[in-house]
Protein backbone atom coordinates (compact mmCIF):
# COMPACT_ATOMS: atom_id res chain seq x y z
CA UNK A 1 0.00 0.00 0.00
CA UNK A 2 1.41 3.33 -0.85
CA UNK A 3 0.80 5.75 1.77
CA UNK A 4 1.10 9.66 1.88
CA UNK A 5 2.29 11.91 4.46
CA UNK A 6 0.58 15.24 4.30
CA UNK A 7 2.41 18.80 6.04
CA UNK A 8 0.90 19.19 9.33
CA UNK A 9 -0.66 22.19 11.31
CA UNK A 10 2.19 22.09 13.38
CA UNK A 11 1.53 25.13 15.43
CA UNK A 12 -1.73 27.46 16.05
CA UNK A 13 -2.98 27.72 12.45
CA UNK A 14 -0.38 27.84 9.96
CA UNK A 15 -0.72 27.85 6.81
CA UNK A 16 2.34 27.13 5.71
CA UNK A 17 6.09 26.18 5.96
CA UNK A 18 9.93 25.52 4.72
CA UNK A 19 11.51 22.24 3.94
CA UNK A 20 14.76 22.70 5.57
CA UNK A 21 16.09 19.02 5.51
CA UNK A 22 15.20 15.29 4.69
CA UNK A 23 16.20 13.04 7.08
CA UNK A 24 15.75 10.21 4.75
CA UNK A 25 15.79 9.50 0.68
CA UNK A 26 14.08 7.01 -1.54
CA UNK A 27 14.80 3.60 -0.40
CA UNK A 28 15.01 3.81 3.27
CA UNK A 29 13.04 1.87 5.63
CA UNK A 30 11.39 3.80 8.09
CA UNK A 31 9.23 3.28 11.43
CA UNK A 32 6.22 4.92 12.99
CA UNK A 33 7.59 8.33 15.18
CA UNK A 34 10.71 8.55 13.21
CA UNK A 35 11.80 12.03 11.91
CA UNK A 36 12.02 12.22 8.60
CA UNK A 37 11.91 15.86 7.66
CA UNK A 38 13.22 18.97 9.41
CA UNK A 39 10.92 21.81 8.26
CA UNK A 40 10.43 25.90 9.64
CA UNK A 41 7.51 27.57 10.18
CA UNK A 42 6.18 31.23 10.77
CA UNK A 43 6.98 29.89 14.33
CA UNK A 44 9.50 27.39 14.79
CA UNK A 45 11.73 24.84 13.65
CA UNK A 46 10.57 21.20 14.04
CA UNK A 47 11.40 17.54 13.14
CA UNK A 48 8.61 16.02 12.01
CA UNK A 49 8.01 12.29 12.85
CA UNK A 50 6.92 9.41 10.20
CA UNK A 51 3.18 8.22 11.17
CA UNK A 52 3.90 4.92 9.50
CA UNK A 53 6.05 1.79 9.18
CA UNK A 54 7.24 1.42 5.74
CA UNK A 55 9.90 2.21 2.68
CA UNK A 56 10.61 5.70 1.23
CA UNK A 57 9.63 5.67 -2.57
CA UNK A 58 9.39 9.48 -3.55
CA UNK A 59 10.13 12.92 -1.84
CA UNK A 60 7.35 15.02 -2.96
CA UNK A 61 9.41 18.49 -2.13
CA UNK A 62 12.22 19.63 -2.49
CA UNK A 63 14.28 21.41 0.21
CA UNK A 64 13.85 25.05 0.36
CA UNK A 65 10.19 24.88 -0.97
CA UNK A 66 6.98 26.62 0.61
CA UNK A 67 4.82 23.41 1.32
CA UNK A 68 1.25 24.41 2.29
CA UNK A 69 -0.34 22.58 5.41
CA UNK A 70 -2.27 19.49 3.67
CA UNK A 71 0.10 19.28 0.92
CA UNK A 72 1.60 15.70 0.42
CA UNK A 73 5.46 15.58 1.13
CA UNK A 74 6.71 11.80 0.92
CA UNK A 75 5.26 8.76 -0.23
CA UNK A 76 5.95 5.59 1.85
CA UNK A 77 5.15 1.62 0.42
CA UNK A 78 4.05 -0.19 3.09
CA UNK A 79 2.58 -3.14 1.64
CA UNK A 80 -1.01 -3.86 0.73
CA UNK A 81 -3.27 -2.48 -2.12
CA UNK A 82 -3.20 0.58 -3.57
CA UNK A 83 -5.72 3.62 -2.87
CA UNK A 84 -6.30 6.95 -4.72
CA UNK A 85 -7.79 10.25 -2.86
CA UNK A 86 -8.77 12.83 -4.71
CA UNK A 87 -6.28 16.12 -5.52
CA UNK A 88 -6.04 18.71 -2.91
CA UNK A 89 -7.43 22.03 -3.71
CA UNK A 90 -4.09 23.36 -3.75
CA UNK A 91 -3.55 25.81 -6.31
CA UNK A 92 -1.91 24.95 -9.04
CA UNK A 93 -1.89 21.15 -8.50
CA UNK A 94 -4.42 19.47 -10.65
CA UNK A 95 -5.93 16.09 -10.48
CA UNK A 96 -4.23 14.04 -13.10
CA UNK A 97 -0.68 14.63 -11.95
CA UNK A 98 -1.29 13.75 -8.42
CA UNK A 99 0.30 10.62 -7.16
CA UNK A 100 -2.32 7.30 -6.83
CA UNK A 101 -2.33 6.82 -3.10
CA UNK A 102 -4.02 6.53 0.78
CA UNK A 103 -3.47 10.00 2.00
CA UNK A 104 -3.44 10.66 5.85
CA UNK A 105 -3.53 13.69 7.50
CA UNK A 106 -2.47 14.03 11.31
CA UNK A 107 -2.24 17.03 13.30
CA UNK A 108 1.07 16.69 14.99
CA UNK A 109 1.89 17.71 18.80
CA UNK A 110 5.54 19.11 19.18
CA UNK A 111 7.57 16.49 21.24
CA UNK A 112 4.64 13.80 21.39
CA UNK A 113 4.79 12.32 17.40
CA UNK A 114 1.97 11.55 15.34
CA UNK A 115 -1.58 11.28 16.37
CA UNK A 116 -3.08 7.98 14.82
CA UNK A 117 -6.21 8.54 12.89
CA UNK A 118 -7.10 8.72 9.33
CA UNK A 119 -8.92 11.93 8.14
CA UNK A 120 -9.93 10.98 4.84
CA UNK A 121 -9.65 7.79 1.93
CA UNK A 122 -11.77 6.80 -0.86
CA UNK A 123 -10.54 3.81 -2.75
CA UNK A 124 -11.00 3.33 -6.13
CA UNK A 125 -9.99 0.73 -8.93
CA UNK A 126 -6.65 2.02 -10.73
CA UNK A 127 -5.96 -1.22 -13.20
CA UNK A 128 -5.96 -0.49 -16.70
CA UNK A 129 -4.32 2.63 -16.78
CA UNK A 130 -0.66 4.08 -15.82
CA UNK A 131 0.15 5.36 -12.39
CA UNK A 132 0.22 9.24 -12.98
CA UNK A 133 3.74 10.77 -12.38
CA UNK A 134 4.22 12.88 -9.35
CA UNK A 135 4.30 16.69 -8.86
CA UNK A 136 8.09 17.75 -8.90
CA UNK A 137 9.20 14.53 -7.64
CA UNK A 138 13.03 14.44 -6.69
CA UNK A 139 15.13 11.77 -8.08
CA UNK A 140 16.47 9.16 -5.91
CA UNK A 141 19.62 10.88 -5.29
CA UNK A 142 21.22 11.87 -1.63
CA UNK A 143 19.22 13.69 0.02
CA UNK A 144 22.04 15.51 1.56
CA UNK A 145 23.19 17.63 -1.35
CA UNK A 146 22.07 20.44 -1.57
CA UNK A 147 19.09 21.09 -4.52
CA UNK A 148 20.06 22.51 -7.44
CA UNK A 149 18.97 25.91 -8.60
CA UNK A 150 16.43 25.62 -11.73
CA UNK A 151 18.27 25.42 -15.18
CA UNK A 152 18.30 28.37 -17.25
CA UNK A 153 16.15 27.61 -20.35
CA UNK A 154 17.21 26.39 -23.55
CA UNK A 155 17.16 28.41 -26.93
CA UNK A 156 13.99 30.06 -28.75
CA UNK A 157 11.60 27.65 -30.81
CA UNK A 158 12.48 28.62 -34.52
CA UNK A 159 10.00 31.09 -35.00
CA UNK A 160 11.42 33.29 -31.90
CA UNK A 161 9.45 32.10 -29.13
CA UNK A 162 9.57 30.01 -26.05
CA UNK A 163 6.93 27.65 -25.31
CA UNK A 164 6.59 27.30 -21.18
CA UNK A 165 4.41 25.14 -19.87
CA UNK A 166 2.76 26.39 -16.19
CA UNK A 167 -0.35 26.15 -14.87
CA UNK A 168 -2.64 29.64 -14.12
CA UNK A 169 -1.29 30.01 -10.70
CA UNK A 170 2.49 29.46 -11.41
CA UNK A 171 2.29 32.11 -13.91
CA UNK A 172 0.53 34.65 -11.28
CA UNK A 173 3.30 33.70 -8.79
CA UNK A 174 6.05 33.93 -11.29
CA UNK A 175 4.09 37.55 -12.67
CA UNK A 176 3.88 38.50 -8.65
CA UNK A 177 7.78 37.78 -7.86
CA UNK A 178 9.18 39.49 -11.44
CA UNK A 179 10.15 36.11 -12.24
CA UNK A 180 10.96 35.36 -16.17
CA UNK A 181 9.48 32.02 -16.99
CA UNK A 182 11.49 31.76 -20.24
CA UNK A 183 14.82 31.33 -18.30
CA UNK A 184 13.17 28.41 -16.24
CA UNK A 185 13.75 24.61 -17.62
CA UNK A 186 10.67 23.11 -15.25
CA UNK A 187 10.67 20.29 -13.22
CA UNK A 188 7.32 19.11 -13.29
CA UNK A 189 6.26 16.90 -15.96
CA UNK A 190 6.97 17.27 -19.72
CA UNK A 191 8.84 20.04 -18.32
CA UNK A 192 6.48 22.31 -16.55
CA UNK A 193 7.32 24.88 -14.55
CA UNK A 194 6.32 24.29 -11.06
CA UNK A 195 5.26 26.49 -7.96
CA UNK A 196 8.40 24.56 -6.20
CA UNK A 197 10.66 25.77 -9.51
CA UNK A 198 9.31 29.46 -8.60
CA UNK A 199 10.42 29.17 -5.13
CA UNK A 200 13.85 27.95 -5.13
CA UNK A 201 14.64 30.60 -8.11
CA UNK A 202 13.36 33.44 -5.92
CA UNK A 203 14.35 32.14 -2.46
CA UNK A 204 18.08 32.49 -3.03
CA UNK A 205 19.29 36.06 -2.38
CA UNK A 206 20.18 37.24 -5.30
CA UNK A 207 22.73 40.01 -6.33
CA UNK A 208 21.96 42.61 -9.69
CA UNK A 209 22.70 45.94 -10.07
CA UNK A 210 23.94 46.54 -6.82
CA UNK A 211 21.12 45.79 -4.98
CA UNK A 212 21.05 42.30 -2.92
CA UNK A 213 16.80 40.40 -2.46
CA UNK A 214 16.94 37.95 0.30
CA UNK A 215 13.19 36.64 0.77
CA UNK A 216 11.76 37.25 3.68
CA UNK A 217 9.57 34.09 4.84
CA UNK A 218 9.80 31.47 7.79
CA UNK A 219 10.09 33.33 10.96
CA UNK A 220 11.55 36.34 9.87
CA UNK A 221 8.21 37.29 7.83
CA UNK A 222 6.14 36.34 11.30
CA UNK A 223 8.02 38.54 13.21
CA UNK A 224 8.04 41.36 10.71
CA UNK A 225 4.03 41.23 10.67
CA UNK A 226 4.02 40.77 14.24
CA UNK A 227 5.75 43.47 14.89
CA UNK A 228 3.92 45.64 12.53
CA UNK A 229 0.62 44.66 14.31
CA UNK A 230 1.86 45.57 17.79
CA UNK A 231 3.22 48.82 17.12
CA UNK A 232 0.40 49.96 15.13
CA UNK A 233 -2.60 48.34 17.45
CA UNK A 234 -0.91 49.13 21.21
CA UNK A 235 -0.03 52.54 21.87
CA UNK A 236 3.16 52.50 22.97
CA UNK A 237 5.03 54.19 25.92
CA UNK A 238 8.82 54.05 26.84
CA UNK A 239 10.30 55.28 30.00
CA UNK A 240 14.14 54.97 30.74
CA UNK A 241 15.64 54.84 34.35
CA UNK A 242 19.66 54.03 34.61
CA UNK A 243 21.01 53.08 37.77
CA UNK A 244 23.90 51.91 39.75
CA UNK A 245 24.02 48.37 39.67
CA UNK A 246 27.47 47.96 41.60
CA UNK A 247 25.35 46.15 44.79
CA UNK A 248 23.56 43.70 42.19
CA UNK A 249 27.25 42.83 40.05
CA UNK A 250 28.72 41.94 43.40
CA UNK A 251 25.73 39.29 44.49
CA UNK A 252 26.01 37.96 40.86
CA UNK A 253 30.08 37.67 41.75
CA UNK A 254 29.06 35.48 45.29
CA UNK A 255 25.92 33.41 44.00
CA UNK A 256 28.40 32.17 41.19
CA UNK A 257 30.69 31.59 43.76
CA UNK A 258 28.38 29.70 45.91
CA UNK A 259 28.17 25.80 46.31
CA UNK A 260 24.85 25.67 45.31
CA UNK A 261 25.28 27.72 42.04
CA UNK A 262 28.34 25.23 40.67
CA UNK A 263 28.66 24.80 37.26
CA UNK A 264 25.64 27.42 36.44
CA UNK A 265 26.42 30.28 34.37
CA UNK A 266 25.30 33.32 36.68
CA UNK A 267 24.95 36.45 34.30
CA UNK A 268 23.36 39.60 35.51
CA UNK A 269 20.23 38.89 33.41
CA UNK A 270 19.36 36.10 35.99
CA UNK A 271 19.46 39.41 38.84
CA UNK A 272 17.14 41.49 36.08
CA UNK A 273 14.62 38.33 35.15
CA UNK A 274 14.16 38.07 39.57
CA UNK A 275 13.41 41.69 40.32
CA UNK A 276 10.87 42.07 37.39
CA UNK A 277 8.92 38.95 38.71
CA UNK A 278 9.27 40.17 42.00
CA UNK A 279 8.23 43.54 40.49
CA UNK A 280 5.39 42.13 38.85
CA UNK A 281 4.16 40.74 42.10
CA UNK A 282 3.69 43.81 43.30
CA UNK A 283 2.10 45.13 39.86
CA UNK A 284 -0.02 42.80 38.22
CA UNK A 285 -1.72 44.86 36.07
CA UNK A 286 1.55 44.78 33.89
CA UNK A 287 1.38 41.29 33.28
CA UNK A 288 -1.95 41.63 31.14
CA UNK A 289 -3.21 41.78 27.98
CA UNK A 290 -6.20 43.41 26.20
CA UNK A 291 -8.94 41.88 25.02
CA UNK A 292 -10.84 44.40 22.55
CA UNK A 293 -13.38 41.94 21.30
CA UNK A 294 -14.62 41.08 25.17
CA UNK A 295 -13.68 44.93 25.92
CA UNK A 296 -11.85 43.55 29.18
CA UNK A 297 -8.46 43.28 30.08
CA UNK A 298 -7.46 39.82 31.42
CA UNK A 299 -4.83 39.57 34.41
CA UNK A 300 -2.75 36.60 34.31
CA UNK A 301 -2.02 35.20 37.78
CA UNK A 302 0.49 33.24 36.01
CA UNK A 303 4.44 35.10 34.16
CA UNK A 304 5.31 33.20 30.90
CA UNK A 305 8.17 35.56 30.85
CA UNK A 306 9.55 35.91 27.79
CA UNK A 307 13.26 36.53 26.94
CA UNK A 308 14.25 37.57 23.10
CA UNK A 309 16.74 36.00 21.14
CA UNK A 310 18.94 36.26 18.58
CA UNK A 311 19.20 33.45 16.24
CA UNK A 312 20.07 32.85 11.99
CA UNK A 313 16.63 32.75 11.45
CA UNK A 314 15.72 35.96 12.86
CA UNK A 315 14.49 37.26 16.51
CA UNK A 316 12.14 34.61 18.34
CA UNK A 317 10.94 35.14 22.27
CA UNK A 318 10.88 31.85 23.52
CA UNK A 319 9.12 32.30 26.91
CA UNK A 320 9.77 30.18 30.48
CA UNK A 321 6.27 28.84 31.77
CA UNK A 322 5.31 29.90 35.00
CA UNK A 323 8.34 31.81 35.88
CA UNK A 324 6.73 33.10 39.43
CA UNK A 325 7.13 29.73 40.85
CA UNK A 326 10.91 29.30 40.35
CA UNK A 327 13.68 29.63 42.83
CA UNK A 328 16.88 32.04 41.61
CA UNK A 329 18.74 28.32 40.59
CA UNK A 330 15.70 27.07 38.86
CA UNK A 331 15.72 29.92 36.67
CA UNK A 332 19.18 30.06 35.76
CA UNK A 333 18.59 26.51 34.52
CA UNK A 334 15.57 27.50 32.74
CA UNK A 335 17.27 30.36 30.98
CA UNK A 336 20.32 28.56 30.03
CA UNK A 337 18.17 25.65 28.49
CA UNK A 338 16.14 28.74 26.96
CA UNK A 339 18.68 30.19 24.81
CA UNK A 340 20.58 26.50 24.13
CA UNK A 341 17.51 25.48 22.41
CA UNK A 342 16.85 28.92 20.60
CA UNK A 343 20.48 28.88 18.89
CA UNK A 344 20.30 25.50 18.10
CA UNK A 345 16.73 26.68 16.64
CA UNK A 346 14.61 23.67 18.23
CA UNK A 347 12.79 26.03 20.13
CA UNK A 348 8.89 24.92 19.44
CA UNK A 349 5.57 26.60 18.80
CA UNK A 350 4.88 25.85 22.49
CA UNK A 351 7.97 27.35 23.24
CA UNK A 352 7.23 30.74 21.66
CA UNK A 353 3.48 31.02 22.50
CA UNK A 354 1.65 31.97 25.43
CA UNK A 355 4.01 34.91 26.64
CA UNK A 356 2.68 37.45 29.21
CA UNK A 357 5.80 39.62 29.72
CA UNK A 358 9.33 39.93 28.63
CA UNK A 359 13.05 41.51 28.85
CA UNK A 360 14.99 41.95 25.81
CA UNK A 361 18.70 42.07 26.58
CA UNK A 362 20.16 44.79 24.54
CA UNK A 363 23.43 45.03 26.36
CA UNK A 364 25.21 41.58 25.18
CA UNK A 365 25.26 43.90 22.08
CA UNK A 366 27.21 47.00 23.96
CA UNK A 367 24.08 48.63 23.38
CA UNK A 368 22.58 51.44 26.31
CA UNK A 369 19.45 51.61 25.88
CA UNK A 370 16.47 51.56 23.14
CA UNK A 371 12.88 51.38 22.73
CA UNK A 372 11.76 47.84 22.26
CA UNK A 373 8.53 46.94 20.67
CA UNK A 374 5.62 45.07 22.43
CA UNK A 375 5.10 41.40 21.61
CA UNK A 376 1.80 40.87 20.53
CA UNK A 377 -0.84 40.23 23.15
CA UNK A 378 1.75 41.23 26.19
CA UNK A 379 1.57 44.59 27.98
CA UNK A 380 5.31 45.13 28.52
CA UNK A 381 8.25 44.60 27.61
CA UNK A 382 12.22 45.36 29.79
CA UNK A 383 15.17 46.12 27.63
CA UNK A 384 18.53 45.78 30.03
CA UNK A 385 21.14 48.05 28.37
CA UNK A 386 24.82 47.37 28.92
CA UNK A 387 26.67 47.55 32.71
CA UNK A 388 29.52 49.76 32.00
CA UNK A 389 31.74 51.48 34.77
CA UNK A 390 30.85 55.01 34.77
CA UNK A 391 31.70 58.11 37.15
CA UNK A 392 28.60 58.09 39.87
CA UNK A 393 28.20 60.58 42.55
CA UNK A 394 28.34 58.30 45.83
CA UNK A 395 28.10 60.16 49.24
CA UNK A 396 28.59 63.46 47.53
CA UNK A 397 31.62 61.80 46.04
CA UNK A 398 32.46 61.02 42.20
CA UNK A 399 33.72 57.68 42.35
CA UNK A 400 33.64 54.89 39.54
CA UNK A 401 30.70 52.53 39.83
CA UNK A 402 29.17 49.98 37.38
CA UNK A 403 25.85 51.58 35.57
CA UNK A 404 23.02 50.52 33.65
CA UNK A 405 20.01 51.64 31.75
CA UNK A 406 16.51 49.95 31.78
CA UNK A 407 14.03 50.75 29.12
CA UNK A 408 10.15 49.75 29.72
CA UNK A 409 7.90 50.11 26.89
CA UNK A 410 4.15 49.40 27.67
CA UNK A 411 0.90 49.61 26.04
CA UNK A 412 -0.52 52.83 27.30
CA UNK A 413 -4.14 51.79 27.27
CA UNK A 414 -3.25 48.81 30.16
CA UNK A 415 -0.37 51.21 32.02
CA UNK A 416 -0.48 54.60 32.87
CA UNK A 417 2.80 56.75 33.31
CA UNK A 418 2.12 56.23 37.29
CA UNK A 419 2.13 52.18 37.18
CA UNK A 420 4.70 52.34 34.10
CA UNK A 421 6.89 54.72 36.61
CA UNK A 422 6.48 52.44 39.88
CA UNK A 423 6.90 49.12 38.34
CA UNK A 424 10.13 50.90 36.50
CA UNK A 425 11.71 52.06 40.06
CA UNK A 426 11.26 48.83 41.84
CA UNK A 427 13.03 47.24 39.46
CA UNK A 428 15.45 49.58 39.77
CA UNK A 429 15.55 49.48 42.95
CA UNK A 430 15.60 46.09 43.58
CA UNK A 431 19.32 45.75 41.17
CA UNK A 432 20.44 49.00 42.67
CA UNK A 433 19.74 47.29 46.64
CA UNK A 434 19.56 43.70 46.30
CA UNK A 435 18.53 43.86 49.79
CA UNK A 436 15.06 45.59 48.56
CA UNK A 437 13.94 42.23 48.15
CA UNK A 438 13.36 41.01 51.38
CA UNK A 439 10.95 44.49 51.77
CA UNK A 440 9.09 44.46 48.27
CA UNK A 441 8.91 40.45 48.37
Excluded at 2 to 28: H, R
Excluded at 71 to 95: D, F, N, Y
Aim: hydrophobic share 45%; aromatic share 4%.
Amino acid sequence: MLKQFNFPDVGEGLTEGEILKWLVKPGDTVSDGQPIVEVETAKAAVELPCPFDGVVTELLAAEGATVNVGAPIVSVETGGEVAELPAPSEPGVSANLMPVAETEHHAVLVGSGVKPGRTARRTRKSAGRPAPTPIAAIPPSPVSAATPAPRLASAPATNGTVHVLAKPPVRKLAKDRGVDLTRLVGTGPQGTVTRADIEAYTEKPTTTGGEQRIPVKGIRKQVAQAMVTSAFTAPHVTEFLTIDITPAMQLRDRIAASREFAGVKVSPLLLVVKALLIAVRRHPMVNSTWDGDAGEIVVKDYVNLGIAAATERGLIVPNIKDAQTLSLRQLADALAELVETARAGKSTPADLTGGTISITNVGVFGVDAGTPILPPGETAILAFGAVREMPWVVDGQIVPRQVSTLALSFDHRIVDGQLGSEFLADIGALLSDPGMALALG
